[in-house]
């Protein structure tokens, strides 16, 4: 028991040293560079730490960032995740406060891998840690962090193994927590990666029908078990699409089947294990795609692992006739490749199980897990090569971000999206600039066909075209207008369900404008207008209902643990 412990916290150190080494050349380096989706959830950061910093804890608008128009994006796309980058700030620099972040995801992710996979194999620690460190250093996974900055879905691969350890625990060992809370997780990182996990669960489901040739209603109880759990814990996150998104005439996602890639490029794409998108499986897993097969017992667990895994992979590709699914709820996912972080998954498990039979009588164990850990190391360094050359940026081939934009608007990024050096010295400069992509999500449609005027912050005075003192605030827009004349008053703050307008602090009546935006009819006089977001009480009472519901859920697995401590 205690060799088995000992075991267990060398594997923890083990992943701790890892992920250490993984964020170390980045921080040496100390700055990087950007471009996609950095400029969206760098602003949402932004937005929470100034928010934080003012002594607010929930952020509702974009009053700071996003052209200070007060971009509702916070109450239609999660941000739990986000808080702990903003709290970063507080720390350290802001470059270094994102790369420690990325540690922690790094760090977060290996952990919860470990402990899955563990519970899986009822205590293999090795395989444990194999599976671990293939899972965290998968090319896809470095594309999220390192690379591309698709910070939602980098969130929302943290939790994958939780979530397949809770429907393999409703399905083999009657026990549904674990399903419900990998789901809540799941949800507030990324709700498009809610959807797929859910075919996911299905897809699993089928399996085990196939397998057992029947459903037991025990298991389509607990099923039930978790589903009214995870609603218990989320729902306070989905209200707002229900009060102020849907049937409300704003910008949404397009759907539909996106940046598809072919069987082969795919294949050419993983072999290079470079930090892509394409081919984001990997060198290693393309291995274990290939051969993983033979490696394992056919009558075992894992043989349904790999064919799941593959099956998925297919899914990544246009191998999969999609194009059958174009109008299904399926298009929703928007990007197939989106499957590629359960492809991972699956493959990760085959592979940890087949690295096992690497054992030689003359070798002792240790020697070859070191080998193997290693050998990662160095494929890991070679799929960010590319991304510590463009951070280094020793050849200048990167722009360097100088100057705050002045003038009209205008993104960081242009439409060809290359990337842009940002240090610690030019990080909040960019704040000056639009975001390329995201930005426009969530508007008015109205708005988003106005673009120009409300991303310019142009108010509209009886139709004309007039300079208004604006000022931020926490979720607030404050404007200062003096009138000679009974006027119409159009302003930039963009206009929901759910806004609240006050006139010289008094709450009053609005219109929404031809421009998606707030429109005040006033009398001659000099006014104070604030513009600001009321969320409803049922928003509260989910949010206590959710936090009641995770402290139960603390204290039954602490209870549980001094149970088996005694």
Request: aromatic letters at 16%.
């Amino acid at each position: 028991m205690k060799n088995k412990r000992l075991k267990n916290i060398i594997a923890i150190i083990t992943i701790v040293t890892f992920t250490v080494l993984m964020i170390l050349p980045f921080l040496w380096v100390g700055q990087i560079g950007v471009h996609s989706d950095w400029s969206f959830h760098s602003a949402r950061v932004q937005q929470i730490y100034l928010n934080l910093q003012s002594g607010h804890l929930f952020t509702y608008l974009a009053t700071d960032t996003f052209s200070k128009v007060g971009n509702a994006n916070f109450l239609f796309y999660p941000s739990v995740f986000l808080y702990p980058w903003a709290l970063l700030k507080f720390i350290f620099a802001p470059v270094t406060a994102y790369l420690v972040y990325v540690w922690l995801l790094f760090l977060a992710t290996g952990l919860i891998a470990f402990y899955c996979m563990r519970s899986f194999t009822n205590g293999d620690i090795r395989q444990s840690l194999f599976f671990a460190i293939i899972y965290v250093i998968a090319p896809y996974h470095l594309y999220f962090t390192l690379s591309n900055y698709v910070l939602g879905e980098a969130q929302a691969y943290t939790f994958i193994p939780l979530i397949l350890l809770g429907m393999w625990n409703v399905l083999y060992r009657n026990k549904w927590i674990t399903l419900a809370v990998g789901m809540t997780l799941m949800a507030y990182s990324h709700y498009v990666s809610v959807f797929i996990s859910v075919e996911v669960c299905f897809i699993m489901l089928i399996c085990y029908v196939i397998q057992k040739q029947k459903v037991e209603w025990r298991k389509l109880i607990n099923l039930i078990k978790a589903v009214i759990l995870f609603i218990l814990l989320s729902a306070w996150q989905f209200i707002p699409l229900f009060t102020d998104y849907l049937h409300s005439n704003l910008m949404r996602p397009s759907s539909g089947f996106m940046l598809m890639q072919s069987a082969g490029d795919f294949i050419v794409s993983a072999i290079s294990n470079d930090a892509l998108n394409r081919g984001g499986i990997g060198l290693l897993l393309l291995i274990a795609l290939v051969f993983g097969w033979i490696f394992i017992d056919k009558n075992s667990k894992y043989i349904w692992a790999y064919i799941i895994g593959v099956v998925i992979t297919l899914m990544i590709t246009t191998a999969f006739p999609w194009q059958y699914f174009a109008k299904t709820p399926l298009s929703i996912i928007q990007f197939p490749y989106r499957y590629t972080s359960y492809a991972i998954a699956f493959l990760a498990i085959v592979l940890s199980k087949a690295l096992l039979k690497l054992n030689y009588s003359t070798i002792s164990t240790n020697v070859i897990t070191s080998v193997i850990l290693l050998f990662f190391i160095l494929l890991y360094a070679g799929s960010i090569y590319s991304d510590i050359a463009r951070n280094k940026n020793t050849d200048n081939s990167v722009a360097v971000l100088a100057n705050s934009r002045h003038g009209k608007y205008k993104t960081l990024r242009d439409s060809t999206d290359t990337p842009i050096i940002l240090t610690n010295t030019s990080y909040n400069r960019q704040f000056s600039y639009g975001a390329l992509y995201g930005e426009t999500d969530y508007m008015p449609v109205a708005a988003f066909k106005n673009w120009k005027s409300i991303f310019n912050r142009v108010t509209f005075i009886n139709n004309k075209e007039t300079k208004v003192i604006q000022k931020s605030s926490a979720n607030k827009l404050i404007y200062n207008i003096s009138l000679k004349e009974n006027s119409k008053v159009d302003l930039p703050a963009l206009a929901y369900k759910h806004t609240n307008v006050k006139l010289n602090n008094k709450v009053s009546n609005y219109k929404v404008s031809g421009r998606g935006t707030v429109l005040l009819k006033l009398n001659k006089g000099s006014y104070k207008i604030i513009v600001s977001y009321k969320p409803i009480i049922l928003l509260s009472i989910f949010k206590l209902i959710a936090f009641i519901g995770w402290a139960g859920i603390i204290l039954v697995y602490l209870l549980h643990y001094v149970k088996k401590r005694i």
